[in-house]
T-cell receptor, first 112, second 113 residues
Framework: AQSVTQLGSHVSVSEGALVLLRCNYS??????LFWYVQYPNQGLQLLLK??????LVKGINGFEAEFKKSETSFHLTKPSAHMSDAAEYFC??????????FGTGTSLTVIP | SAVISQKPSRDICQRGTSLTIQCQVD?????MFWYRQQPGQSLTLIAT?????????ESGFVIDKFPISRPNLTFSTLTVSNMSPEDSSIYLC??????????FGPGTRLTVL
């Protein structure tokens, strides 16, 4: 069975500060890991993904995430928050690309 | 990645009625998926729709309540039948890129009164 835990349903950061959104997963097989972003009144947009290879993956809008197998984590970071980063962020895990398991989401607020 | 559109983008419906949501993709895809996102919650997979075969439903979802059509490789519909206020949600379709990634449509925001 697979599952995702996102620590912190709400995260607030100041503009220009580091963004860190936490994601831990459980999977009995090597996972595919994803971060999606949902802006207000919109669908989900793929930020980045880890499938194989380099464990540090870079995505759009300056975000990156590191797959740490020993910690079963896939935390999302951005060095400097921008007001436009305010959104809901979802971590997801899959082993096949078909059945996706999503975390409960983290709402990011950026304070000017 | 594929460009996915959904119709309607939002609707307000009366209890007991049905709504059909359309999902259109700009390229041929084998697998399409329908998800529900209840207010303030994460995404839950309703069913997987493959062209030429019946949809596969996840536990807790049944065909009588959520009938799905997949007439070709670029189109699918989800019907929410005999609606109640508990069906108020965002309904999203997604497509697989043939590998390990899914891409999502903009969603349909449904309110049932």
């Amino acid at each position: 069975a697979q599952s995702v835990t996102q620590l912190g349903s709400h995260v607030s950061v100041s503009e220009g500060a580091l963004v860190l959104l936490r994601c831990n997963y459980s999977s009995s097989v090597p996972p595919y890991l994803f971060w999606y972003v949902q802006y207000p009144n919109q669908g989900l947009q793929l930020l980045l993904k880890y499938t194989t290879g380099a464990t540090l993956v870079k995505g759009i809008n300056g975000f990156e995430a590191e797959f740490k197998k020993s910690e079963t984590s896939f935390h999302l970071t951005k060095p400097s928050a921008h007001m436009s980063d305010a959104a809901e962020y979802f971590c997801a895990v899959s082993s096949t690309g078909n059945q996706f398991y999503f975390g409960t989401g983290t709402s990011l607020t950026v304070i000017p | 990645s594929a460009v996915i559109s959904q119709k309607p983008s939002r609707d307000i419906c009366q209890r007991g009625t049905s709504l059909t949501i359309q999902c259109q993709v700009d390229s041929q895809v084998t697998m399409m998926f329908w998800y529900r996102q209840q207010p303030g919650q994460s995404l839950t997979l309703i069913a997987t729709a493959n062209q030429g075969s019946e949809a596969t439903y996840e536990s807790g979802f049944v065909i009588d309540k959520f009938p799905i059509s997949r007439p070709n490789l670029t189109f699918s519909t989800l019907t929410v039948s005999n609606m109640s206020p508990e069906d108020s949600s965002i309904y999203l379709c997604s497509v697989s890129d043939g590998g390990n990634t899914q891409y999502f449509g903009p969603g349909t925001r449904l309110t049932v009164l």
